[in-house]
């Protein structure tokens, strides 16, 4: 199983990028991705989780509104929209797969990328 993220960058706040996570040996339409960040110093949070199999789409309160998570089934590729940047959004994001978004939200997932930084400059 392998994951990688793209799409990370420097962005000014109140802007958006979009951040991929190309997937091999998961299947995106059957099991779960989940997004994740982590600043130096402090706990991993999950962001955000998709489970095509069921048809959830999941959020942490912090990002919910803004951020959009999404699916290519066709290029086993997961997507995470991210709009009205803030600079507390700052932080290396991660992609990682299970299956199924049960216990997203404890970080507890089977397989990670290696993540992808996103800056977000006031």
């Known amino acids: 199983v392998q994951l990688v993220e793209s799409g990370g960058g420097l962005v000014q706040a109140g802007g958006s990028l979009t951040l991929s996570c190309e997937v091999s040996?998961?299947?995106?339409?059957?099991?779960?991705i989940g997004w994740f960040r982590q600043v130096p110093g402090k706990e991993r949070e999950g962001v955000s989780c998709?489970?095509?199999?069921?048809?959830?789409?999941y959020y942490s309160e912090s990002v919910r509104g803004r951020f959009t998570i999404s699916s290519d089934n066709a290029k086993n590729t997961v997507y995470l929209r991210m709009n009205s940047l803030k600079p507390e959004d700052t932080a290396v994001y991660y992609c990682?797969?299970?299956?199924?978004?049960?216990?997203?939200?404890?970080?507890?997932?089977?397989?990670w990328g290696q993540g992808t930084q996103v800056t977000v400059s006031s």
């Open positions: 040996g998961f299947t995106v339409d059957e099991d779960a």
């Open positions: 998709i489970s095509n199999g069921d048809g959830g789409r």
């Open positions: 990682a797969a299970a299956s199924g978004c049960t216990w997203w939200a404890k970080g507890l997932m089977d397989y």
